[in-house]
C-alpha cells in the first residue's frame, strides 16, 4: 500500500477535497493499483498504473478521451469514464497516476452468477459497440503492442517448446499434443483475418469490468476499465467473453466433466447480437464460434507457454498451476467443440 503522505500530496493535486480523508484498496484489478479515497461528501478512484504492462499511457488517456468524448456527443445514456484533470493540465500525475469520479451504488462479481446476467453483460457491450462503430481507426492506438498477435504467441510457444526441461515436457505432454493436434483452430483464425473488418473494441470485456445495480445482479450501470481499449476483430471481445463466461470450472481446476455452459453461451451469442446484428458484417455473425474457439486455444498456449518457461509471467501459487490453467481451458475447448456440433 502507499504511503498515506503520498496519496495526499496527490490527490490535493486534483481536487478540493478535505485533508482528513480515509482511503482502501480496491482489489479487483489485477494490474493496476486501486484505491478508494472518501470524505464526508465525496468518493474519487485513484490509480497508479502498472508501466511494465502499459508503456503508453499518454495513448491509453487518449483512448479514454477519445471515446468518452465520443460518447457523450451522441447522448450515449450510460455512465461515461471521465478522468479528472489535475492541476497542470494533465491526466497523469508523475507519469503514472490518474483519477475518476467514484461511481455510487454499484457492484461487481468475479465470476458470472447466472445465464440471464450473461446474457445482460453481452447485450451492454454490444450497445457499447453499436455506438462506438464510427470511431476513426486513426483516432485509437494501440495500448500493449502485440496483444492480439496470435502469430507471435505461436512463436512464443513453439520456442518454449525447444528450450523446456525434459521433466516440463514430459509433465506437460497431454496438454503438448493437444496443443499441436489443434492447431487448424489458429491456421483458420489467421486465415479469417483479411476478410474481418477492423474495428473499435475494448479487449477485456470480464465480467469484473461490469458495474452493475447494487440493488440489481441483472441491471449495468457501466462498462469500465478502458484501458485495453484497442482496434481488432470484435470477434476478440466476443471470444474472450466467452472463454470467462462459460467455464463452469475455476480457471485452475484441471479436471474434466462440465466444463462448458451451452446455455451462457447462448445467451452470449443472443446478447452480443442484440445490438451488433445489423452492424456486422456477414463474416463476422458467421463466425462467432470460431472467435470464441481460438481465444480459448490461444489462451491454453499462452498457460503452457509459461509453464514451459518456468512460470516467468503468470503469478503462481503451486508449481503446477499454470499446467492446470493450461488443461482448464483446453477442457473447456474441448467441451465446447463436442456441444456446439450437436
Same mark, same amino acid.
Given at each position: ?42 468518493? $474519487? ?117 525447444? #528450450? ?36 473499435? #473494441? ?31 476483430? &470484435? ?26 455452459? $451451452? ?31 481460438? &481465444? ?15 512460470? &516467468? ?30
Amino acid at each position: 500500500m502507499e504511503d498515506i503522505t503520498k496519496i495526499k500530496q496527490i490527490v490535493a493535486e486534483a481536487k478540493e477535497i478535505a485533508p482528513d480523508f480515509t482511503y482502501k484498496p480496491l482489489t479487483s484489478g489485477h494490474i493496476n493499483k486501486t484505491y478508494l479515497i472518501q470524505n464526508n461528501n465525496e468518493k $474519487l478512484v485513484l490509480q497508479k498504473l502498472n508501466t511494465t504492462v502499459f508503456e503508453n499511457l499518454d495513448a491509453i488517456t487518449q483512448n479514454i478521451l477519445n471515446v468518452s468524448n465520443h460518447l457523450k456527443n451522441k447522448t450515449y445514456p450510460h455512465t461515461i469514464l471521465q478522468p479528472i484533470v489535475f492541476n497542470d493540465g494533465a491526466y497523469l500525475y508523475d507519469l503514472k497516476w490518474r483519477m475518476f469520479e467514484y461511481i455510487e451504488d454499484t457492484q461487481t462479481f468475479l465470476k458470472v452468477q447466472s445465464t440471464q446476467q450473461a446474457f445482460e453483460a453481452a447485450r451492454f457491450l454490444s450497445f457499447f459497440h453499436a455506438h462506438i462503430s464510427d470511431i476513426a481507426i486513426k483516432d485509437i492506438q494501440d495500448p500493449i503492442e502485440g496483444f492480439l498477435d496470435f502469430e507471435k504467441r505461436l512463436h512464443q510457444y513453439e520456442q518454449a517448446l525447444q #528450450i523446456a526441461s525434459k521433466k516440463r515436457l514430459q509433465e506437460a505432454h497431454k496438454a503438448i499434443s493437444y496443443i499441436n493436434d489443434n492447431k487448424f483452430i489458429l491456421q483458420k483464425w489467421i486465415m479469417l483475418m483479411p476478410q474481418l473488418p477492423t474495428r473499435i #473494441i475494448h479487449a477485456d470485456p470480464k465480467i469484473s469490468n461490469f458495474l452493475f445495480d447494487k440493488e440489481d445482479a441483472n441491471k449495468i450501470i457501466a462498462l469500465i476499465d478502458w484501458d485495453t481499449i484497442l482496434c481488432g476483430s &470484435v470477434l476478440y471481445d466476443f471470444g474472450d467473453m466467452v472463454r470467462s463466461y462459460t467455464n463452469l470450472k475455476e480457471e485452475d481446476d484441471p479436471k474434466a466433466g462440465n466444463n462448458f455452459s $451451452l446455455e451462457n453461451y447462448r445467451a452470449l451469442e443472443e446478447g452480443f447480437l442484440y445490438h451488433l446484428k445489423d452492424i456486422l458484417t456477414i463474416k463476422e455473425i458467421e463466425n462467432l464460434a470460431l472467435g470464441a474457439k481460438t &481465444v480459448i486455444y490461444v489462451q491454453a498456449m499462452r498457460f503452457l507457454t509459461d509453464f514451459l518457461n518456468d512460470d &516467468v509471467y503468470y503469478a503462481i501459487q503451486h508449481p503446477k498451476q499454470n499446467l492446470d490453467r493450461t488443461m482448464s481451458q483446453i477442457n473447456l475447448l474441448k467441451d465446447m467443440q463436442e456441444k456446439l456440433a450437436d
